[in-house]
């Protein structure tokens, strides 16, 4: 989960929030953050890393510049990404909506200012987090725009609508599970775990059967072979004592 954003939007003080503990260092001074900070939570029985970036802007500080390049790097391998926004900005969560649907010239809008952006976040899902809306003084500008696109409003510093973002994750997450389907290219690959398969189905059917344990080894034995041709490793008694006594098969 790659929290993104501009500078001085909220995104450490977000991440401290998430994780219930001070992580990152926090500071009204823009840039403060020139590495990426990752942490791991669970949340619902799903393992989510989130990963605090570097404000993205043009910087001719070295130091900074380097770490919007790791920003970048942590976006593409990213499943999900939370974009920060500062909500009395507002306008920058619709220009950035835009973008993420557009293509060409609108990928380097919305703030994100180059070309190395342009199809940056493809294939990505993608949530718009207005922070900061403790400070609001008037109801934000776009404001059905922005409930249009399930753009979340929070308060970082008050750790306010925090669950909102993690339930949202998880329903996310869900719908990826549903959608997601394994491809295996390699022919080999692909032959060894149809013979694992079937050899794990064989197992099933001895156990229903009430086969004898030494029968049943067998085609254990050839499960745990066709998935070492995958993973390089190599069976031995010991796995296949070690099962054995756990479940105590056969007896």
């Given at each position: 989960?790659?929290?993104?954003?501009?500078?001085?939007?909220?995104?450490?003080?977000?991440?401290?929030?998430?994780?219930?503990?001070?992580?990152?260092?926090?500071?009204?001074?823009?840039?403060?953050?020139?590495?990426?900070?990752?942490?791991?939570?669970?949340?619902?029985?799903?393992?989510?890393?989130?990963?605090?970036?570097?404000?993205?802007?043009h910087?001719?500080?070295?130091?900074?510049s380097?770490?919007?390049?790791?920003?970048?790097?942590?976006?593409?391998?990213?499943?999900?990404?939370?974009?920060?926004?500062?909500?009395?900005?507002?306008?920058?969560?619709?220009?950035?909506?835009?973008?993420?649907?557009?293509?060409?010239?609108?990928?380097?809008?919305?703030?994100?200012?180059?070309?190395?952006?342009?199809?940056?976040?493809?294939?990505?899902?993608?949530?718009?987090i207005?922070?900061?809306?403790?400070?609001?003084?008037?109801?934000?500008?776009?404001?059905?725009?922005?409930?249009?696109?399930?753009?979340?409003?929070?308060?970082?510093?008050r750790?306010?609508?925090?669950?909102?973002?993690?339930?949202?994750?998880?329903?996310?997450?869900?719908?990826?599970?549903?959608?997601?389907?394994?491809?295996?290219?390699?022919?080999?690959?692909?032959?060894?775990?149809?013979?694992?398969?079937?050899?794990?189905?064989?197992?099933?059917?001895?156990?229903?059967a009430?086969?004898?344990?030494?029968?049943i080894?067998?085609?254990?034995?050839?499960?745990?072979?066709?998935?070492?041709?995958?993973?390089?490793?190599?069976?031995?008694?010991?796995?296949?004592?070690?099962?054995?006594?756990?479940?105590?098969?056969?007896?």
């Amino acid at each position: 989960m790659a929290i993104t954003g501009k500078p001085n939007v909220g995104k450490s003080t977000l991440l401290n929030a998430i994780l219930n503990e001070e992580r990152a260092i926090v500071s009204d001074i823009p840039g403060t953050t020139r590495d990426t900070i990752e942490d791991t939570i669970v949340v619902q029985n799903y393992a989510f890393r989130f990963i605090d970036t570097a404000g993205l802007r043009h910087s001719r500080d070295a130091i900074e510049s380097e770490g919007i390049e790791r920003t970048y790097e942590k976006i593409r391998q990213a499943r999900i990404v939370l974009y920060v926004f500062d909500v009395r900005d507002s306008a920058e969560g619709i220009e950035l909506r835009a973008k993420w649907r557009g293509s060409g010239e609108d990928g380097k809008t919305a703030g994100l200012y180059d070309d190395k952006t342009v199809g940056l976040y493809e294939g990505k899902k993608f949530i718009l987090i207005a922070n900061k809306s403790d400070l609001l003084e008037e109801t934000p500008a776009h404001l059905k725009e922005l409930l249009e696109e399930h753009c979340i409003f929070i308060s970082a510093k008050r750790k306010e609508n925090i669950n909102l973002i993690l339930e949202r994750l998880v329903e996310e997450v869900r719908e990826m599970h549903v959608q997601d389907t394994a491809v295996v290219s390699n022919v080999r690959h692909y032959e060894a775990l149809v013979g694992a398969r079937k050899s794990a189905e064989a197992v099933l059917a001895g156990l229903s059967a009430g086969l004898p344990g030494d029968l049943i080894s067998v085609d254990l034995r050839m499960a745990l072979y066709h998935l070492g041709e995958i993973t390089g490793q190599i069976t031995t008694d010991d796995i296949l004592g070690n099962i054995f006594g756990r479940f105590c098969i056969g007896k």
